[in-house]
């Protein structure tokens, strides 16, 4: 009996092992091709980066646009990789003049963030360190948007 227990926790643990270390080459990976995609768009790797992946018919779209609409400009970079008609990612590229970037999905210049994302939609954070995922994507831009608001008015 001691035995099978024996072995049982040397293959969890066996198992545990190799599956940390795939997470961490996944991790590597998915930073070198960030790195990689902000240099294209000539953003430092050192910077505060959040990286929205949007489809224009996703539910939370509406929501979305109206927060990016009203979003003003100098703050961290926000690129939006934007899933729509061309004429639409032209259109929004204007609108959501607090953005970085606004860039067609399927596009050369946006093969290293489809690297990167899982999802139709969306959001990436990068602090310069690490890159954390975020499902919620409404619940981010509005926590966001209240954090700066607060920083903003204790200057």
């Not at 509406?62 to 639409?88: M, Y």
């Not at 899982?118 to 948007?145: A, M, P, Q, T, V």
């Amino acid at each position: 009996m001691s035995i099978i227990l024996f072995g049982l926790c040397a293959s969890v643990i066996v198992l545990y092992t190799l599956l940390r270390k795939k997470r961490r080459r996944l991790q590597h990976r998915e930073k070198k091709i960030l790195t990689g995609a902000l240099a294209d768009l000539g953003i430092p790797s050192s910077e505060d980066v959040v990286l929205l992946a949007l489809h224009y018919t996703d539910s939370v779209y509406k929501t979305i646009d109206a927060i990016l609409s009203g979003r003003p400009a100098n703050r961290r970079h926000l690129v939006v990789v934007f899933d729509g008609p061309l004429w639409l990612v032209q259109l929004k590229a204007k609108s959501w003049s607090g953005c970085t970037r606004v860039i067609p999905m399927h596009t050369p210049e946006t093969s290293g963030w489809n690297g990167l994302m899982r999802g139709s939609s969306e959001l990436l954070h990068w602090n310069g360190r690490e890159l954390k995922r975020y499902s919620e994507i409404e619940l981010f831009l509005e926590k966001d948007e209240k954090n700066f608001s607060l920083k903003e008015g204790a200057s």
